[in-house]
C-alpha cells in the first residue's frame, strides 16, 4: 500500500485511526538546498531561496498571480528579511513538493464547524474525527492552490523564516572568509559589509554559504523594516504594461495547433450523433475529438485546427444531435421555490444541519415583545473572468507538459496524468498569469480536456479555447440560495433570538469528487461554506440556531469569490437593518449596541462611518447604507452612498474600512478592495443566471453586464493598524457591498429589496 493510498484510506475509519501528523509548522517546510533545480551558477540555500552569481535572489513561487498582487507581497517578505532591494528579488517556479501545499487554504477548507462553538449542534464523533483526518491529509498532501485569501497568511511565517535563514548562512560564510565576528558584520542592498573594510555581495558568498550552519536565526523586529507596510510598485507592472506578460491565452509554441469546444446546450446533456463532414471541408480544420466528462465537466465535442479561428469556424459547422441530461432539465425558477420550501420546512420542525446553537430561542421567542420575519434570496452567479477558459498541452514520448492559468496547480498535475495514462512525476506543469480567476480556475475540467485532445494530435502541442458562450453556459456557478431569518426582540428592539435556516447546494463535497477523488469521504460531511457568514455573527445575540439543508439541483456548483459570505452577508446585513429599522434606531448605532463586546468590529465600523461622514447631511436624492462583515479573518465595514436614475440604482461612493491584521502592502490592499467592490457591484445590480429547460439563458456580456467605467463609483479604502499577523484581501471586500448599497436604497425609497440582483422596476 502506497503511503498516499493509506491516507485516503484514513478517512473511512469514522474514529477508529488517530494519527499523530504535525501540522507543517514554519521550520518543517524550509525545504533543502536541492528542492529547487539550479543552473547558470546559482545556489540553493533552502527550498525558497537561491542566490545567482549577481548576487540576486531567486525565490521559489508556489501561488498563482491573477491580478491580487501576490508575486509582489511574497517577494518582499523575502526582501525584508534579506535586505535587498525589491528589484533584485526575481521568480522562479516552486515544483510540486509537499513544502509549497497551502496549510492555511487546507485548513479553511475543511474546518466545517465554527471553530469556537463549544457546543457544535448535531456534529457527531464520526463526522469531528473523519473531519480531522481530512485535515491531517490535506497537509500531509502538500496541496497546491492559490484560494480561500490565504496566500499571504500562509507564508507569514515561512517565507520570512527561510529569507532570515539564508541571510545567517551568508552572515556566517562572510564571518569563516574573513575571520570577523557575525555580530560585527552589517548587510545592506545585499552587499555584507564590515567596518574595517571587506565587503562582498550575496553571490561572492553564496557557495560558502550553502555549507555554513545558519546558527541562531533571528527575524526583524517590526520596527526595524525598511519594505513591508509600504505601497512598493507591483512586480509584474511592467510586464503587464508593455505587454511582456504571458497569459495562459498568449502560450504560443512551434507548430502548435488549437481546439474549440462544444458542450450541450443543456446542462447535463451529452453529444449523440455528429455529422463531421462539414466541419472537415472548412479550411484550416485538422480532426474532431470527443471528449468525455472530466472532472465535473460535460462529454463533449472539440475540433482542431491551425488556428483558434479555424478551430471556431469549425467547431461552429458541427452538426450533432444532442442528448437530454438523464436527471431532466434543469429550472432556476423551480429550484428556487424548492429552496424556499426546504427551508420554510426544516425552519418549522428544528431541522437542517446546526452549524451554531447557543441558548433556546424558542424560550425567548415566548417571552419577546415582537417577532421580526424575512426571507431572502440569491441566485445562480457565474465567475465570467476577462480571460476565457483556456489549457495548452503536449503529449510526447510518455511526457506531459502543461501551460495554464490555473489556482490549484496539484489537481491539474492529477487530472493531467489520470488522462494521459501517467505518473504524476511525468508531467510538467507552467502556471500563466491568470486573467482573474475568482473561484473558477479551481476546477481542472478543461486540463483534462486539453490533454485528451493533445493525445490526438500527434506530439504537437494544442491550446485548447472555450468560448465565451461556452464559459457562461457551462460554469460550476455560485449556487443559488435562499434564507429565512427570524428574530425575537424585546421591548427596546433589541434581539433576544436569531435563527437562520438556509437552503441551497453544497460546494466542497462535490469539488473534491470531480476535482480530485482522493480526497472525496465516505461521509457527506457538511459544507460549512454554506453558512458561513450566518454561524459566526459577530452580534451579541445570545440565543441562536443557525442551520443549512444541503440539497442537490442538478446544476453544477463551485467556489465563487467570497463563496457563502457572497450571499449570506447580504442575507444577515440587510436583516440586521431591518432590526434596526423595526427598534425605530440608527442602523450605525444599533449595529454598535450590538458589538460591545467586540473591540475590532467596532473600530472597522466607526472608521467607516466617520470617513463617510455617516452623519453628515446629503445632497437631496441621495442616502446611505452600511454593512459589516468578517470573513477570511479579515473585518470589513462598507457605507455605500447611492441615489435612483431613471428608475435604477446608482452608486456614486464607497467607503470601504478594513482590519486585515499586519499590512504587507496598502496600495496593494486597496486595489484589492476596490476590485472587489466592483466585482459585487456588478453582482448586485446584474448578476444572474436563468436556466430554463435545463439551458442557461445568459451567454456573454450583453445578457450578463459588468459594471462600466463610466458607472463606477468613487472608492475609499482605510485600513485599522494592526499587529495581528495577515488575514485575507482577495475576497473580504466583496460581501458587505450588495446589502449596504440594499441599505442605502431602503432609506431613499422605503422599499426593502430581499433578493439578487438589486432591482426597483
Same mark, same amino acid.
Given at each position: 500500500m502506497t503511503r498516499r493510498r493509506f491516507l485516503a484510506s484514513a478517512l473511512g475509519v /469514522?474514529?477508529?485511526?488517530?494519527?499523530?501528523?504535525?501540522?507543517?509548522? =514554519?521550520?518543517?517546510?524550509?525545504?533543502?538546498?536541492?528542492?529547487? +533545480?539550479?543552473?547558470?551558477?546559482?545556489v540553493g540555500l533552502n527550498g525558497w531561496i537561491q542566490i545567482a552569481t549577481d548576487g540576486s535572489v531567486l525565490l521559489a513561487m508556489n501561488r498563482s498571480e491573477m491580478g491580487q498582487g501576490v508575486h509582489t507581497a511574497l517577494a518582499m517578505l523575502a526582501a525584508e528579511e534579506l535586505d535587498v532591494p525589491l528589484?533584485?528579488?526575481?521568480?522562479?517556479?516552486?515544483g510540486p513538493e509537499t513544502i509549497y501545499g497551502n496549510v492555511s487554504a487546507a485548513v479553511d477548507a475543511t474546518l466545517f464547524f465554527h471553530p469556537r462553538d463549544s457546543e457544535p449542534g448535531n456534529e457527531t464523533q464520526t463526522l469531528r474525527t473523519t473531519r480531522w483526518i481530512l485535515s491531517k491529509v490535506v497537509r500531509e498532501l502538500g496541496i497546491n492552490m492559490t484560494g480561500v485569501s490565504s496566500s499571504v497568511a500562509d507564508a507569514w511565517e515561512v517565507l =520570512?523564516?527561510?529569507?532570515?535563514?539564508?541571510?545567517?548562512?551568508?552572515?556566517?560564510?562572510?564571518?569563516?572568509?574573513?575571520?570577523?565576528?557575525?555580530?560585527?558584520?552589517?548587510?545592506?542592498?545585499?552587499?555584507?559589509?564590515? +567596518?574595517?573594510g571587506p565587503q562582498a555581495h550575496y553571490g561572492e558568498l553564496a557557495q560558502r554559504a550553502a555549507t555554513t550552519p545558519a546558527g541562531e536565526v533571528r527575524l526583524k523586529d517590526?520596527?526595524?523594516?525598511?519594505?513591508?507596510?509600504?505601497? &512598493? =510598485?507591483?512586480?509584474? @507592472?511592467?510586464?503587464?504594461?508593455?505587454?511582456r506578460a504571458r497569459f495562459g491565452i498568449d502560450t504560443r509554441l512551434p507548430d502548435m495547433l488549437y481546439a474549440v469546444i462544444r458542450h450541450c446546450p443543456m446542462l447535463g446533456g451529452s453529444p449523440g450523433r455528429v455529422r463531421v463532414d462539414a466541419a472537415m471541408q472548412r479550411p484550416g480544420v485538422e480532426r474532431v475529438v470527443h471528449l468525455g466528462p472530466y472532472a465535473g465537466s460535460a $462529454?463533449?465535442?472539440?475540433?482542431?485546427?491551425?488556428?483558434?479561428?479555424?478551430?471556431?469556424?469549425?467547431?461552429?459547422? @458541427?452538426?450533432?444531435?444532442?442528448?437530454?441530461?438523464?436527471?431532466?432539465?434543469?429550472?432556476?425558477?423551480?429550484?428556487?421555490? $424548492?429552496?424556499?420550501?426546504?427551508?420554510? *420546512?426544516?425552519?418549522?420542525? *428544528?431541522g437542517g444541519f446546526v452549524f451554531h446553537s447557543r441558548g433556546d430561542v424558542h424560550a425567548a421567542a415566548r417571552s419577546a415583545a415582537r417577532h421580526v420575519e424575512a426571507t431572502y434570496r440569491a441566485p445562480y452567479l457565474a465567475h465570467a473572468t476577462m480571460e476565457p477558459i483556456n489549457c495548452t498541452a503536449r503529449v510526447?514520448?510518455?511526457?506531459?507538459?502543461?501551460w495554464v492559468p490555473t489556482q490549484v496547480p496539484s489537481f491539474a498535475r492529477a487530472l493531467a496524468a489520470q488522462v494521459a495514462g501517467v505518473p504524476e512525476s511525468a508531467v510538467t506543469l507552467h502556471v500563466t498569469y491568470l486573467g482573474g480567476g475568482f473561484g473558477r480556475r479551481l476546477e481542472v475540467d478543461f486540463v483534462g480536456q486539453a490533454v485528451r485532445i493533445a493525445l490526438e494530435t500527434g506530439g504537437r502541442p494544442v491550446q485548447?479555447?472555450?468560448?465565451?458562450?461556452?464559459?457562461?453556459?457551462?460554469?460550476?456557478?455560485?449556487?443559488?440560495?435562499?434564507?429565512?431569518?427570524? $428574530?425575537?426582540?424585546? #421591548?427596546?428592539?433589541?434581539?433576544?433570538?436569531?435563527?437562520?435556516?438556509?437552503?441551497?447546494?453544497?460546494?466542497?463535497?462535490?469539488?473534491?469528487?470531480?476535482?480530485?477523488?482522493?480526497? #472525496?469521504?465516505?461521509?457527506?460531511?457538511?459544507?460549512?461554506?454554506?453558512?458561513?457568514?450566518?454561524?459566526?455573527? =459577530?452580534?451579541?445575540?445570545?440565543?441562536?440556531?443557525?442551520?443549512?439543508?444541503?440539497?442537490?439541483?442538478?446544476? +453544477?456548483?463551485? !467556489?465563487?469569490?467570497?463563496? /457563502?459570505?457572497?450571499?449570506?452577508? !447580504?442575507?444577515?446585513?440587510?436583516?440586521?437593518?431591518?432590526?434596526?429599522?423595526?427598534?425605530?434606531?440608527?442602523?450605525?448605532?444599533?449595529?454598535l449596541a450590538l458589538l460591545k463586546d467586540m473591540p475590532r468590529h467596532r473600530a472597522v465600523l466607526t472608521?467607516? &462611518?466617520?470617513?463617510?461622514?455617516?452623519?453628515?447631511?446629503?445632497? &437631496?436624492?441621495? $442616502?446611505?447604507?452600511? #454593512? @459589516?462583515?468578517?470573513?477570511?479573518?479579515?473585518?470589513?465595514?462598507?457605507?455605500?452612498?447611492?441615489?435612483?436614475?431613471?428608475?435604477k440604482p446608482k452608486v456614486h461612493r464607497v467607503v470601504c474600512a478594513a482590519d486585515v491584521g499586519t499590512v504587507v502592502n496598502p496600495a496593494i490592499v486597496a486595489q484589492q478592495m476596490e476590485s472587489a467592490v466592483i466585482f459585487a457591484l456588478s453582482a448586485a445590480l446584474y448578476g444572474r443566471i436563468d436556466i430554463v429547460g435545463g439551458v442557461v439563458q445568459q451567454s456573454n456580456f450583453p445578457d450578463y453586464p459588468l459594471i462600466r467605467l463610466a458607472d463606477s463609483p468613487a472608492i475609499e479604502t482605510h485600513l485599522v493598524p494592526s499587529t495581528r499577523a495577515p488575514s485575507g484581501v482577495g475576497e473580504p471586500g466583496t460581501p458587505p457591498l450588495a446589502p449596504a448599497l440594499a441599505n442605502a436604497l431602503f432609506a431613499l425609497t422605503g422599499r426593502r429589496l430581499r433578493a439578487l440582483p438589486l432591482s426597483l422596476a
Open positions: /469514522g474514529g477508529a485511526l488517530m494519527l499523530g501528523w504535525g501540522v507543517l509548522p =514554519p521550520r518543517s517546510r524550509q525545504g533543502r538546498r536541492d528542492t529547487l +533545480p539550479v543552473s547558470d551558477g546559482e528589484a533584485r528579488v526575481h521568480l522562479v517556479p516552486a =520570512p523564516l527561510a529569507a532570515a535563514t539564508a541571510r545567517a548562512q551568508l552572515l556566517g560564510a562572510a564571518s569563516l572568509q574573513w575571520r570577523l565576528p557575525v555580530a560585527e558584520l552589517s548587510v545592506r542592498d545585499g552587499v555584507v559589509s564590515h +567596518p574595517s517590526r520596527k526595524d523594516w525598511t519594505l513591508v507596510g509600504t505601497p &512598493a =510598485p507591483r512586480i509584474d @507592472l511592467a510586464a503587464k504594461v508593455d505587454g $462529454a463533449a465535442v472539440a475540433v482542431v485546427g491551425r488556428s483558434s479561428w479555424h478551430a471556431k469556424q469549425g467547431a461552429d459547422a @458541427l452538426e450533432i444531435e444532442w442528448q437530454a441530461a438523464p436527471a431532466g432539465a434543469a429550472d432556476s425558477r423551480a429550484i428556487d421555490q $424548492a429552496l424556499e420550501r426546504a427551508a420554510r *420546512d426544516a425552519a418549522q420542525r *428544528d510526447k514520448d510518455n511526457q506531459v507538459e502543461l485548447l479555447l472555450w468560448p465565451r458562450e461556452e464559459d457562461m453556459t457551462h460554469d460550476f456557478y455560485r449556487p443559488a440560495s435562499v434564507a429565512l431569518l427570524r $428574530a425575537s426582540i424585546d #421591548a427596546q428592539g433589541l434581539p433576544l433570538a436569531l435563527a437562520i435556516t438556509s437552503a441551497g447546494d453544497a460546494i466542497v463535497p462535490r469539488y473534491y469528487e470531480r476535482c480530485y477523488p482522493l480526497l #472525496a469521504t465516505p461521509v457527506d460531511l457538511p459544507d460549512r461554506t454554506a453558512a458561513e457568514g450566518l454561524f459566526d455573527l =459577530p452580534y451579541a445575540i445570545e440565543n441562536q440556531r443557525i442551520a443549512h439543508v444541503a440539497t442537490r439541483s442538478g446544476v +453544477p456548483v463551485g !467556489f465563487w469569490r467570497s463563496v /457563502g459570505h457572497s450571499q449570506n452577508a !447580504f442575507f444577515s446585513e440587510s436583516f440586521i437593518d431591518e432590526l434596526a429599522h423595526a427598534a425605530k434606531q440608527d442602523p450605525l448605532a444599533y449595529r472608521l467607516a &462611518a466617520d470617513k463617510a461622514g455617516w452623519k453628515a447631511p446629503l445632497a &437631496a436624492g441621495r $442616502a446611505r447604507g452600511i #454593512a @459589516l462583515h468578517e470573513s477570511f479573518g479579515s473585518i470589513v465595514a462598507e457605507v455605500v452612498e447611492a441615489s435612483v436614475v431613471d428608475g
